[in-house]
């Protein structure tokens, strides 16, 4: 019986640099190191031993990998700031989840609790948002 086992690659500085610029475009996405590795068809474990051995990539790794969700959080942050209504539920909804989160709490009962003061307070920001009299429609 044959030994199949996998002889490791070893890549020299130029293929290294030139596989990391290749997944550089996936990390900016937003995959994960497995996603992206699979999408460039990549081993996933040799780039995991390039990050163990050097710390300077893994944080531009996790730099890139966070570029879009900075974006997302900047468009979001512009849009509450101009008055948009969505985007406004949506920023409250998951970052002030104690007030302003649709998810309902059930405690031993089939009465969902919340429901009734969250859709006060947000026809309150809504008719506030849209009343033509307030400074930020000026």
Known sequence: ??????RKQKYSKEDKDKI???LESYFK???SRNKACILANFPPTTLQSWID???TLRIQIEAWQG??????RQNIATKVQQGFTPESQWW???REK?????????INTHTLVGEEDRGSALKAI????????????K
């Open 1 to 6: 019986m044959a030994n199949h086992k996998r």
């Open 20 to 22: 990391i610029r290749g």
């Open 29 to 31: 996405l937003g995959y």
């Open 53 to 55: 051995e050097d710390e």
């Open 67 to 72: 570029m879009v969700s900075a974006k997302a």
């Open 92 to 94: 409250l909804e998951r």
């Open 98 to 106: 104690a007030d302003w989160s649709t998810r309902v709490e059930n």
């Open 126 to 137: 809504n008719d506030f948002l849209n009343d033509d009299t307030t400074d930020s429609k």
